[in-house]
Each structure stands twice: as structure tokens, then as C-alpha cells.
């Protein structure tokens, strides 16, 4: 493990909170040296120990809720918290001291979609973990890695459906005041200022505002998204869709919005900046929503330049950061484009 004493105290703190059973085996996941997400076997069956990547409790409550929620409803596409001995449905645990450095140096950097502007250590250096059953399956990360499929284009799109009808009735339970999360097009233009506002993306810059405006038109009442559906938070198994992860960044906004962002991140794999039209139409197939069309594009270059702007904060500029500024500029240029025409008549018939 890339930190052995983190690790003893973070198994030390699910033996005390939790009734897991004998750990007869750690193994972390996700990107190689992380502790961030850990498989933890026990006596009793596979578990995930994760750490939130947002400090912000609010943000915290809002996924533990909704997951939680969706346990009572029984829906499976999401993962299965497990309760503490106390019925809590996370606990806080102190952050290691590299980590409090780093967040505290970053400051406000660290924001991502839905947290915009947020450290992803809490108050008092202390971060946020969850415990969930663990789903057997694969990362869709490998998926696109090799190319992408149509009929995976469509299953994500509908899995991204079915999760939106879970949120459209769980937004009926907290309003956006309640959560206090704000959208993210309220911040990206100040955002996108504050790290993309030199005279190399002036006009890049000038076409965000103006799809910001164009995508504020759309009539559809804000509800709860993701924030963040793209491959590598999907798990399939058996060529199903299995679980939709990391629910750390929902938030109120239009529900197209998180069509774009799925959209993009579907059809444009590898570090390929223009998109597949054929993967597209497959996911939006899958969503299955055609009045979304109209505001479709510029909620896309949005998303692209969120992106950017997300890599741009962690002082990242490299191949990732170019793929989604080339991205956006891409698509910009799709602006007075006719949707359906792209798509295919069939996709709007």
C-alpha cells in the first residue's frame, strides 16, 4: 500500500465502526498508489472503503442520503451503503498530514462539478469515508480504452435514464435550498476566468457564455444529476450496466446537462477531440429524451470546458487538458448545426 500507517488506521476505524467481520485481505483500487478506494475482504463477504473527494458536508449528505434512499427503494444501479453499528452511513477519520498540506495549498482549486470551489479535506483535516458492498464486475474505463461499442453506448445512456428517475423522485424529497450545492454554470464563467482568461481562449471563452446563455432557455425544471457520468464510474458485468459510482458531485442543475456531459465522454475515447456521431446516437438512443436536442450542443461544450477548467486548477495541462480544450472547440464549431441532421432522422423519429 502507498501508505501502510493511513491504511492500519483507516482498518482500525472500521473494525470499531463497523461489523464487517475478520479482514483477511486489503487491495486498493483505481489509480495504481492510491489509498483513496480500498477492496476490503473479510470473513463476511467483499467491501469498499472510500474516501470522499469532496470536503464539503454538505455535499457528503446530500449522495449518503440519496444512496441510502435508493437502498429502500431497492434500486440496484447504485451502490449498497453499509450502516455502521450506529446506523451512520459514513464516518470522519483524520486526513494524513501530506494531505492536509496539499488541500490547504490548493485552497480553492480543489472544486470539481457539483463542489465547485471546495477542498476535498474537511473541517478539522478530517476526511469523509463511506463503506459499500462490493460489485463484482469491470471498470467501463477498459472499455474505453479499446474503442467503444454501440450497444454499451446505449446501455449507459439508459442507466443514466433510470438513475435520473430516482433522482427526479428524490429531488421531490430536498429541494436545492435544502442541499445548498450550487449548479455549475453558476461558477464556471467566473471559473473559467479565473484560470482559462488569457488571450489564448478569449474566443473559446466568448462561444462558453454564449452556450451558457443558450442552455439557461431550456424550459426543463433543475433537478438532481450526477454531475459526473462518464465511463470509469460504471461498472458492467454479464454485458450489463451493474452500478453507476462516485455520486460525490451531484447536484441540482437541468437534467440535459448531465446528457451532454455523458454524451461527450462516450463519443469522444481515446484522445480523439471530434465525435463519434454513431456512439452519440446510441446513448441518447438509450436516454431516449429527443427535446433535449436544441440545447444538446452547447451543454456539451460546457461540460468540455468544465472539464478543462477542472484540469487547469490542478495544474494539469497535458494531453487530457488539450483533448477537452480541443474538444470544445470542436464542438463550437457544431453550434449551427442541425442535431437531428447529425444524429440521424431515425434518432428523432
Same mark, same amino acid.
Given at each position: 500500500?502507498?501508505?501502510?500507517?493511513?491504511?492500519?488506521?483507516?482498518?482500525d476505524?472500521?473494525?470499531?465502526?463497523?461489523?464487517?467481520?475478520?479482514?483477511?485481505?486489503?487491495?486498493?483500487?483505481?489509480?495504481?498508489?492510491?489509498?483513496?478506494?480500498?477492496?476490503?475482504?473479510?470473513?463476511?463477504?467483499?467491501?469498499?472503503?472510500?474516501?470522499y473527494?469532496?470536503?464539503?458536508?454538505?455535499?457528503v449528505?446530500?449522495s449518503?442520503?440519496?444512496?441510502?434512499?435508493?437502498q429502500?427503494?431497492?434500486?440496484?444501479?447504485?451502490?449498497?451503503?453499509?450502516?455502521?453499528?450506529n446506523?451512520?452511513?459514513?464516518?470522519?477519520?483524520?486526513?494524513?498530514?501530506?494531505?492536509r498540506d496539499?488541500?490547504?495549498?490548493?485552497?480553492?482549486s480543489?472544486?470539481?462539478t =457539483?463542489?465547485?470551489? %471546495? +477542498?476535498?479535506?474537511?473541517?478539522g483535516g478530517? *476526511?469523509?469515508?463511506?463503506?459499500?458492498? @462490493?460489485?463484482? /464486475?469491470?471498470?467501463?474505463?477498459?472499455?474505453k480504452?479499446?474503442g467503444?461499442?454501440?450497444?454499451?453506448?446505449?446501455?449507459?445512456?439508459?442507466?443514466l435514464?433510470?438513475?435520473?428517475?430516482q433522482?427526479?423522485?428524490y429531488?421531490?424529497?430536498?429541494?436545492?435550498?435544502?442541499?445548498?450545492?450550487?449548479?455549475?454554470a453558476?461558477?464556471?464563467r467566473n471559473r473559467?476566468?479565473?484560470?482559462?482568461?488569457?488571450?489564448?481562449?478569449?474566443?473559446?471563452?466568448?462561444?462558453?457564455?454564449?452556450?451558457?446563455?443558450?442552455?439557461?432557455?431550456?424550459?426543463?425544471?433543475?433537478?438532481?444529476?450526477?454531475?459526473?457520468?462518464?465511463?470509469?464510474?460504471?461498472?458492467?458485468?454479464?454485458?450489463?450496466?451493474?452500478?453507476?459510482?462516485?455520486l460525490?458531485?451531484?447536484?441540482?442543475?437541468?437534467?440535459?446537462?448531465?446528457?451532454?456531459?455523458? =454524451?461527450?465522454m462516450? %463519443? +469522444?475515447?481515446?484522445?480523439?477531440?471530434?465525435? *463519434?456521431?454513431?456512439?452519440?446516437?446510441e @446513448?441518447?438512443? /438509450?436516454?431516449?429524451?429527443?427535446?433535449?436536442?436544441?440545447?444538446?450542443?452547447?451543454?456539451?461544450?460546457?461540460?468540455?470546458?468544465?472539464?478543462?477548467?477542472?484540469?487547469?486548477?490542478?495544474?494539469?495541462?497535458?494531453?487530457?487538458f488539450?483533448?477537452?480544450?480541443?474538444?470544445?472547440?470542436?464542438?463550437s464549431?457544431?453550434?449551427?448545426e442541425d442535431?437531428?441532421?447529425?444524429?440521424g432522422r431515425?434518432?428523432?423519429?
Amino acid at each position: 500500500m502507498s501508505n501502510p500507517v493511513a491504511t492500519a488506521k483507516l482498518l482500525d476505524a472500521l473494525t470499531e465502526l463497523y461489523e464487517l467481520g475478520r479482514v483477511t485481505s486489503v487491495l486498493a483500487l483505481g489509480e495504481p498508489g492510491s489509498a483513496r478506494c480500498l477492496k476490503v475482504i473479510t470473513e463476511a463477504g467483499a467491501f469498499v472503503a472510500r474516501r470522499y473527494r469532496t470536503g464539503t458536508f454538505n455535499q457528503v449528505e446530500l449522495s449518503t442520503g440519496f444512496l441510502s434512499w435508493c437502498q429502500k427503494r431497492q434500486f440496484q444501479l447504485v451502490p449498497e451503503l453499509v450502516p455502521s453499528k450506529n446506523g451512520d452511513f459514513c464516518f470522519q477519520l483524520q486526513a494524513s498530514e501530506s494531505r492536509r498540506d496539499a488541500s490547504a495549498g490548493a485552497g480553492e482549486s480543489r472544486g470539481h462539478t =457539483g463542489a465547485a470551489g %471546495s +477542498s476535498d479535506v474537511g473541517a478539522g483535516g478530517q *476526511d469523509w469515508w463511506w463503506v459499500a458492498r @462490493f460489485v463484482d /464486475g469491470h471498470s467501463l474505463n477498459d472499455w474505453k480504452r479499446a474503442g467503444g461499442t454501440a450497444a454499451t453506448c446505449f446501455k449507459a445512456g439508459r442507466a443514466l435514464r433510470l438513475f435520473h428517475e430516482q433522482t427526479r423522485a428524490y429531488g421531490q424529497v430536498i429541494s436545492p435550498q435544502d442541499c445548498q450545492i450550487k449548479p455549475v454554470a453558476q461558477d464556471l464563467r467566473n471559473r473559467f476566468d479565473a484560470t482559462l482568461g488569457g488571450i489564448e481562449y478569449k474566443r473559446l471563452r466568448q462561444t462558453l457564455f454564449q452556450c451558457l446563455v443558450v442552455a439557461n432557455e431550456d424550459p426543463t425544471v433543475p433537478m438532481l444529476v450526477h454531475g459526473d457520468f462518464h465511463p470509469g464510474n460504471l461498472v458492467t458485468a454479464d454485458n450489463e450496466i451493474a452500478a453507476i459510482l462516485d455520486l460525490e458531485y451531484m447536484h441540482f442543475e437541468k437534467p440535459v446537462f448531465d446528457v451532454a456531459y455523458g =454524451g461527450m465522454m462516450f %463519443s +469522444s475515447s481515446g484522445r480523439r477531440s471530434k465525435l *463519434d456521431f454513431a456512439l452519440l446516437r446510441e @446513448f441518447l438512443r /438509450g436516454y431516449d429524451e429527443p427535446a433535449f436536442l436544441p440545447y444538446l450542443i452547447p451543454n456539451m461544450v460546457s461540460a468540455a470546458c468544465l472539464c478543462a477548467v477542472w484540469m487547469a486548477q490542478q495544474n494539469d495541462r497535458g494531453d487530457d487538458f488539450k483533448h477537452f480544450i480541443n474538444g470544445a472547440q470542436y464542438l463550437s464549431g457544431l453550434l449551427q448545426e442541425d442535431c437531428v441532421k447529425i444524429l440521424g432522422r431515425q434518432f428523432a423519429s
